[in-house]
């Protein structure tokens, strides 16, 4: 694992060097947030002191010396690995990489190895490519702005809302609450697709959860578990659902959604890839180990061999 410190210096590098042109727009800011939210090992207080490097502009000086500080963190090959592996995963994370961003990706690869001077242009170009290809896939996207950002971090919210508009379903909820909800039940949604099949017992699973918590009436629960189910299938989102319901809940919240998790999986035997995913997204809520292990023996004893 590496150094706590090396983990944090790393996420202000990524956040600081897209200020480096001095101009990065809202939706930019959001899009570097889900690149930065998805790095391993950041806590809830990481969270907040990285925050305020994602939200205002940096001093190019200030960036050349978290460079430095984070090459000083590297102190053998598993700081290297750590570092390529987190970068790397920004590359990689939704797909789109371009010819370009692997040749970068792979100059940055050989720098790390021999902690270069030059560092800091290769990261730099990488994360200006990242946000140019996001601020290009907006543009081509039809919809009106204010529905992009629910159709970009909120993907069963936006296909809900639609219904909503309709007439066809009402949730009598506030507005705040359906989308939390949203959030949470996309999550259900991905952490039961992670053995590529969601069943119908983990799709009743969820309905229940959905129900109990936020009082749905059946009908309001399926339609939003089919939903979740629907987005998994076709490839949800998972650092900008994360990081979504992160920013509007509790930890405690944060807690129980990941017990639930377990529910989920286990209506129809929790498979290891299951287990595995459930871990990831505890990580991307920023819970620790004891967390995990206490959502985890929310499972009765007797479905808990070989988890």
Not at 187 to 201: K, P
Request: aromatic letters at 6%; one cysteine or more.
């Amino acid at each position: 694992m590496a150094d706590k410190r090396l983990t944090l210096q790393l996420a202000k590098l990524l956040a600081a060097i897209a200020w480096t042109d001095g101009q990065v727009t809202n939706s930019e800011i959001n899009f570097l947030k889900d690149l930065v939210f998805q790095i391993r090992g950041l806590s809830d207080s990481d969270w907040k002191e990285i925050e305020l490097y994602l939200d205002h502009p940096v001093e190019k000086g200030e960036v050349a010396t978290l460079l430095q500080e984070v090459t000083n963190a590297i102190r053998n090959e598993e700081d290297k690995t750590f570092v390529l592996t987190a970068i790397n995963n920004l590359v990689d994370r939704d797909g789109t990489a371009t010819e370009k961003e692997l040749q970068l990706l792979d100059e940055i690869q050989h720098q790390v190895q021999e902690r270069n001077p030059d560092l800091l242009d290769r990261f730099s170009g990488l994360i200006g490519l990242r946000l140019s290809g996001q601020k290009s896939r907006a543009a081509a996207n039809s919809l009106r702005e204010e529905r992009l950002s629910d159709f970009l971090k909120n993907e069963v919210y936006f296909q809900l809302s639609s219904k909503l508009a309709t007439g066809g379903v009402k949730v009598d909820l506030p507005e705040s609450e359906v989308r939390k909800l949203c959030l949470a039940a996309g999550l259900m949604a991905h952490a039961a697709f992670a053995d590529r099949d969601i069943s119908l017992r983990e799709t009743e699973a969820m309905k229940k959860a959905l129900q109990e918590i936020w009082g749905l009436a059946e009908n309001e629960s399926a339609l939003i578990a089919e939903i979740a189910s629907s987005r998994a299938v076709r490839g949800l989102d998972l650092f900008s659902t994360a990081r979504g319901f992160y920013q509007v809940s509790t930890h405690d919240e944060r807690k129980k959604l990941v017990a639930i998790l377990f529910q989920v999986a286990n209506a129809d035997k929790t498979s290891m890839e299951e287990i595995n995913e459930i871990k990831k997204i505890a990580d991307l809520l920023k819970l620790d180990r004891s967390d995990f292990i206490d959502a985890k023996l929310t499972v009765p004893a007797e479905d808990r061999e070989g988890m």
